[in-house]
């Protein structure tokens, strides 16, 4: 089982048109977390394996599938935000490809500790993870109040206009 399998398991039995697991479930679209076994769920599959010896997350399996798709791309865009190993996992993906073609930062983390969650997009370019031709977007602030706002005024801008 890779992260995004069981993701997408957990997805199907939710059965909750509320969650975004239960769509992208329904609509085979992988949601990857090289962190998955970080939290509660990790607990979980701890102490099920007691009881039900043998479960193996395969997360290379999901690092295998998440660089093909990159590689595979014609065009790849990353909308990040946050940062960690979420924000290195996906602009590593993109270094399999020599380069996002789009990609904005959403966070409040500096460069000045010299993390990666803090690193300007010139740091990716400089490594290869955004193409140099790309225009790349960092912008500083927290990010349930800020993609919100991104989205109203850019994908959702003219929802309504089409239900008339």
């Known amino acids: 089982w890779t992260p995004s399998k069981i993701i997408h398991r957990l997805g199907l039995e939710i059965d909750n048109p509320e969650s975004i697991y239960y769509w992208s479930s329904k609509n085979n679209i992988p949601v990857f977390s090289p962190a998955l076994t970080d939290g509660s769920l990790g607990d979980m599959l701890f102490f099920h394996s007691f009881k039900h010896p043998g479960l193996v997350v395969d997360i290379l399996g999901d690092l295998r599938h998440l660089n093909r798709m990159s590689m595979r791309s014609l065009n790849t865009g990353m909308i990040i935000l946050g940062g960690g190993l979420i924000k290195h996992h996906i602009c590593n993906a993109n270094l399999m490809r020599n380069g996002a073609d789009f990609s904005l930062f959403v966070n409040t983390s500096s460069e000045f500790d010299g993390s990666d969650s803090g690193a300007r997009p010139d740091e990716a370019i ?32 003219d929802h309504h206009k089409l239900d008339k």
């Open 126 to 157: 400089s490594w290869g993870k955004i193409r140099k031709d790309a225009n790349p977007v960092k912008i500083y602030g927290e990010t349930s109040l800020i993609f919100p706002l991104l989205v109203a005024e850019t994908f959702a801008r």
